[in-house]
């Protein structure tokens, strides 16, 4: 038997049936013979098929999902992520605070924005006017980008109790219905397979799409319910930024983004660098004078006046 396998011939039957070669399957992406021949008529006229296939070959059955599962476990799923999230959105809306700016740092906004409008419509207004705004910011002596020193003093959770009490609320929104929520639904819905993705994954998929099912068999292409839930809290980005705009607070993905990044309890802006960079850039800034020819382009053109009064004005009735 082993030496027909070698040739890559089936094995001849008892009852006249010849050799039939073997056909190969490598769909699988392992090297499995398989083959199926047909023996010759018995006394009862039935033909006979038999099939051969390798050793440490087995053919992945198809399964198939009942359609209970498309009602009572997939779509209430998304249906639930999606709730919460536009829950959470305007939860957050509610508990959230407005910073409190002090006058300096109004201040220094409003210096900045009045620098950038002047490098950017500085040719709408005569040399000598640009030249003394110019000299204002940026004279080498007292100019106020040279001359302006700010102190930036780091915040500290610790010392900042609004910092503690955005982070608390920050942790209620975010994270609590995160937990309640998933694990109400790895309770109920445990142990479901609800969809399969349409491409073909590996091995180290399985323990991201089919948490609660341990089936080595299993393709990874499936996914489990608990995964079915964490790929609608990150996949939903769309849907949120549809009805509830960019910068929503039902866009987990974004939220956990700031967290890992750090952005959340980031430092502030230091104003001296500010400063120096818009220095630079209005240093580097030429006038050129855009309203140099302007009378002479406005008298050239021929102005049609002669339609313009000739059209009777309707009376008001008052």
């Known amino acids: 038997m082993r030496d027909y396998w070698q040739r890559g011939t089936s094995p001849p039957s008892a009852r006249g049936g010849a050799a039939v070669p073997?056909?190969?399957?490598?769909?699988?992406?392992?090297?499995?013979?398989?083959?199926?021949?047909?023996?010759q008529p018995t006394v009862t006229g039935i033909r006979e098929e038999v099939k051969l296939t390798l050793p440490g070959c087995m053919a992945e059955p198809e399964l198939l999902l009942d359609s209970n599962i498309r009602l009572w476990v997939v779509l209430p799923i998304v249906f639930i992520t999606f709730l919460v999230g536009v829950i959470r959105?305007?939860?957050?809306?509610?508990?959230?605070?407005?910073?409190?700016?002090?006058?300096?740092?109004?201040?220094?906004?409003?210096?900045?924005?009045?620098?950038?409008?002047?490098?950017?419509?500085?040719?709408?207004?005569?040399?000598?006017?640009?030249?003394?705004?110019?000299?204002?910011?940026?004279?080498?002596?007292?100019?106020?980008?040279?001359?302006?020193?700010?102190?930036?003093?780091?915040?500290?959770?610790?010392?900042?109790?609004?910092m503690l009490t955005d982070m608390m609320?920050?942790?209620?929104?975010?994270?609590?219905?995160?937990?309640?929520?998933?694990?109400?639904?790895?309770?109920t819905f445990s142990g479901f397979v609800t969809t399969k993705v349409p491409f073909p994954l590996t091995l180290r998929f399985k323990p991201m799409l089919q948490q609660g099912i341990e089936l080595l068999s299993l393709d990874a292409s499936w996914v489990s319910s608990a995964s079915w839930y964490?790929?609608?809290?990150?996949?939903?980005?769309?849907?949120?930024?549809?009805?509830?705009?960019?910068?929503?607070g039902a866009d987990q993905s974004r939220i956990m983004q700031e967290q890992m990044s750090g952005a959340a309890m980031a430092m502030p802006a230091d104003t001296n660098k500010a400063f120096k960079a818009e220095w630079e850039a209005l240093e580097l800034t030429d006038h050129q004078w855009a309203l140099?020819?302007?009378?002479?382009?406005?008298?050239?053109?021929?102005?049609?006046l002669d339609g313009m009064f000739s059209k009777e004005l309707p009376s008001g009735i008052f």
């Open 22 to 39: 073997l056909e190969n399957n490598t769909a699988s992406g392992r090297h499995c013979a398989k083959t199926t021949r047909q023996l």
């Open 89 to 162: 959105h305007y939860v957050s809306i509610l508990l959230q605070s407005d910073k409190k700016l002090t006058l300096e740092q109004v201040s220094d906004s409003q210096v900045l924005i009045r620098s950038r409008i002047l490098r950017e419509n500085g040719k709408y207004i005569p040399k000598q006017s640009f030249l003394m705004r110019k000299f204002y910011f940026n004279n080498q002596e007292d100019g106020f980008f040279k001359k302006t020193k700010r102190k930036v003093v780091p915040p500290s959770p610790m010392t900042d109790p609004s």
């Open 169 to 187: 609320k920050g942790n209620v929104t975010n994270v609590l219905p995160m937990i309640l929520i998933g694990g109400w639904i790895n309770w």
């Open 230 to 248: 964490f790929l609608n809290v990150f996949g939903l980005r769309s849907m949120y930024s549809l009805i509830l705009g960019q910068d929503n």
């Open 292 to 304: 140099e020819s302007v009378e002479d382009d406005l008298m050239s053109r021929e102005l049609d």
